[in-house]
């Protein structure tokens, strides 16, 4: 018996990273997973790896009309609601002070971390009322709990706050039908993200981590696991800190 056994589950930006990890153990876990990205080549691989239990669906989570699309399909293809939606799907955004940022690059990096995961409950939630309950997890960041010092830019720190508080409002207002709702704030993860704003190895980040060193994707997805199966049943509403003791100090 898997600890998602009968779930129906969404995720984001699972085509590389935290997101593909995150697919991979819930199939481990006997979920159905709808691995959603826009890099479809990728996306299709991993899905024809997992076999039946993955649909890859191309996705633009900064539209809602495409959400809207995305859980059609889901519930069409599987044959029963979404019970799980990991909002996982964000970039970084340029390294840029907040008077020199530019415009469209902020509308881009809130639409990306902030917008998706309310166009994501939005359409989510209804499917898990059907299915008399479920759980959703959103990824925010360690600069949705502090503006960490090398944090890339405001839109960056101001989307994973946001993140945030939308999981506190919504885990309200939704306990009721029995759909919890967290998020989670990784740390410095090995992602392919992480390597694009560093160097190879991190450039020396392990060093201010206590634990020293980065964590692997998987870790992540071992707490998103948590949150999502009925381990947590009695948790919500709350942000779940994983990032080896780095927001201690």
């Known amino acids: 018996m898997g600890k998602l056994d009968g779930k129906v589950a969404i995720i984001t930006g699972a085509a590389q990273g935290m997101g593909e990890a995150h697919v991979r153990r819930f199939v481990t876990e006997g979920a159905k997973v709808a691995l959603?990205?826009?890099?479809?080549?990728r996306g299709q691989q991993i899905a024809n790896e997992l076999?039946?239990?993955v649909l890859f669906v191309k996705h633009d989570v900064t539209s809602l009309a495409d959400w809207k699309r995305v859980v059609s399909e889901v519930e069409e293809h599987f044959g029963a609601p979404v019970t799980v939606l990991v909002n996982n799907a964000g970039i970084i955004g340029p390294v840029v002070p907040t008077v020199d940022f530019d415009e469209d690059d902020y509308l881009k990096v809130v639409a990306v971390n902030q917008h998706s995961q309310f166009y994501g409950m939005k359409t989510v939630i209804p499917s898990m009322q059907k299915a008399g309950g479920g759980t959703?997890?959103?990824?925010?960041?360690?600069?949705?709990?502090?503006s960490i010092v090398g944090a890339p830019n405001l839109a960056y720190v101001g989307s994973k706050f946001a993140s945030r508080g939308m999981t506190k409002h919504v885990a309200i207002q939704y306990g009721p039908d029995n759909i919890r709702v967290n998020s989670v704030h990784p740390?410095?993860?090995?992602?392919?993200?992480?390597?694009?704003?560093?160097?190879?190895?991190?450039?020396?980040?392990?060093?201010v981590v206590p634990i020293r060193r980065m964590a692997e994707p998987?870790?992540?997805?071992?707490?998103?696991?948590?949150?999502?199966?009925e381990d947590s049943s009695y948790i919500s509403g709350m942000e779940h800190v994983i990032d080896g003791g780095l927001t201690a100090s």
Do not use: H, R
């Open 51 to 53: 076999g039946d239990q």
């Open 218 to 229: 998987d870790e992540v997805s071992k707490l998103v696991l948590f949150l999502a199966s």
């Open 187 to 207: 740390g410095y993860i090995k992602t392919p993200m992480m390597a694009a704003a560093t160097d190879e190895d991190g450039g020396g980040i392990a060093d």
């Open 36 to 41: 959603t990205d826009l890099n479809e080549e």
């Open 136 to 146: 959703v997890v959103n990824i925010s960041s360690t600069a949705g709990m502090v």
